[in-house]
């Protein structure tokens, strides 16, 4: 596929999850970082009002589940590119019943990975706008990855080893088209080292000194930066084209989640 595929960056709905209570004591976390649900709470509740009344999306959201802590991080449950939607496989086991529901009211085309040996995170996965990139970590294998490549084969799929991180977008993100956000650690630079090699097409680049501030949300000329909400700021504001919109993400960084993680952006056509 020669070209950046239409509407790129552009969302008309977002999936969302709130909060459980059990997040703060039960949500998977690689850290030992106690966390203030009533912080988590204002977090989100700031996110979707980004969502909702700066990009005017509309948001669907779907109802904490207490025996799923993680359940907030919608991301992970399912993978949606144009009007289909894939429903993964979390490497996690408590976060594997999550979003079918409501990307069925949708009427977006489910694919469910029912293959026992594959497992695949939403935040393993990086979509250019050209091609995926599919990082394999603690919690996304290769046979996620081919399933995941059998479900958009209008796209190519390559795999990113991940080290010393939790998901691919742990460290890097869209920051517009054509223009990955990458984080400055080792490991987020071997990633986009070997995305380099493997692509066929040529990315530009924003380094951030934090790897967790190269997480953002690109929607069409806007940027959503990550939790450091004012730190990098001068960072993201080479992108001259861009509108800027700080979001506070430090209480959900304590369990490893990142703005990406928050929701699942769909782009409905109105055919659909």
Request: with cysteine.
């Amino acid at each position: 596929m020669a070209g950046l595929m239409s509407g790129f960056g552009c969302f008309t709905h977002a999936v969302v999850r709130a909060v459980p209570q059990s997040l703060a004591r039960d949500a998977l976390r690689s850290g030992g970082l106690e966390v203030d649900l009533l912080r988590v709470l204002e977090e989100y509740e700031e996110y979707v009002s980004v969502l909702k009344h700066r990009l005017g999306l509309e948001v669907l959201e779907l109802p904490a589940d207490e025996a799923l802590p993680d359940c907030v991080f919608v991301e992970d449950a399912a993978v949606v590119c144009g009007d289909t939607a894939l429903v993964s496989r979390p490497g996690a086991q408590s976060r594997r019943r999550e979003v079918k529901t409501a990307l069925t009211e949708l009427g977006l085309n489910i694919v469910e990975m029912t293959d026992e040996s594959a497992t695949l995170d939403g935040g393993d996965v990086l979509f250019t706008g050209r091609e995926f990139f599919v990082g394999l970590s603690k919690r996304t294998n290769q046979r996620g990855a081919e399933i995941l490549a059998d479900a958009f084969k209008d796209y190519a799929v390559s795999t990113v080893p991940v080290q010393d991180a939790l998901h691919l977008k742990s460290f890097c993100s869209m920051a517009g088209p054509g223009l990955i956000a990458i984080g400055s650690s080792e490991a987020a630079q071997k990633a986009l080292k070997i995305m380099q090699q493997m692509s066929d097409h040529k990315y530009d680049k924003l380094t951030l000194p934090d790897d967790s501030a190269a997480n953002c949300i690109h929607y069409l000329s806007i940027n959503n930066i990550s939790h450091k909400k004012t730190q990098f700021h001068d960072v993201f504001e080479k992108l001259k084209d861009h509108m800027l919109i700080p979001v506070t993400n430090q209480e959900k960084a304590k369990v490893d989640g990142g703005l990406t993680c928050c929701s699942v952006l769909i782009n409905m056509k109105k055919n659909i």
